[in-house]
């Protein structure tokens, strides 16, 4: 293939998409390209590895997987590739996304996942995560990454209370 994916974006249901559809409009802010697409670590295994191994070879720079409750999609991700995974933990259970945090974050050694927080706020910094490491390729995502943290540090700046 060879104009690869960029960042391949897994989860675990359709009902995470609610919230890491907040990941894909961030890449996209960012002009990086990337796939959305459903596959589980539990309910499809086979599907699941085969499609990372493709990615892989085809030269997709960056996953993301998300999930909840027992979240094994990262590490199952992992598995299959030696490229970066970046995990997010989603609460789909009582358990608020605690039960996803620790499943996520707690990788044996050898095989790491880099987890980020639970939900919304986890899925858009694994997209800026994913965009940062794509601009030690694509320099110009580093001036793009600067311009806005500069342009949210202006608006802070220029809040007034009262
Ligand atoms: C996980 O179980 C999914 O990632 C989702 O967050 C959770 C619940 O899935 P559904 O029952 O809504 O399909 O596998």
């Known amino acids: 293939m060879s104009n690869p994916i960029d960042v391949v974006v897994l989860m675990g249901s359709e009902s995470d998409w609610k919230?890491?559809?907040?990941a894909v409009q961030t890449l996209r802010e960012y002009g990086v390209t990337?796939?959305?697409?459903?596959?589980?670590?539990?309910?499809?295994?086979?599907?699941?590895?085969?499609?990372?191994?493709?990615?892989?070879?085809?030269?997709?720079?960056?996953?993301?997987?998300a999930a909840g409750m027992a979240a094994?999609?990262?590490?199952?991700?992992?598995?299959?590739?030696t490229r970066p995974v970046l995990g997010v933990p989603l609460a789909s259970s009582?358990?608020?996304?605690?039960?996803?945090?620790?499943?996520?974050v707690q990788m044996?050694?050898?095989?790491?996942?880099g987890t980020l927080g639970i939900g919304q706020a986890g899925a858009v910094n694994a997209a800026l995560l994913a965009v940062s490491i794509?601009?030690?390729?694509?320099?110009?995502?580093?001036?793009?990454?600067r311009q806005a943290?500069?342009?949210?540090a202006a608006k802070i700046l220029?809040?007034?209370?009262?």
């Open 34 to 65: 990337c796939e959305a697409r459903v596959l589980s670590a539990h309910r499809t295994p086979a599907e699941t590895s085969e499609y990372v191994r493709q990615c892989d070879q085809a030269g997709t720079r960056v996953f993301i997987a």
């Open 94 to 104: 009582e358990l608020n996304g605690l039960d996803a945090l620790l499943s996520t």
């Open 149 to 152: 943290r500069q342009q949210r």
């Open 134 to 145: 794509i601009a030690n390729e694509r320099p110009e995502l580093h001036t793009k990454l």
């Open 108 to 113: 044996p050694p050898g095989v790491p996942v």
């Open 158 to 162: 220029a809040t007034q209370l009262t």
């Open 19 to 22: 919230v890491m559809q907040a």
């Open 72 to 81: 094994h999609l990262a590490g199952a991700v992992a598995a299959q590739t």
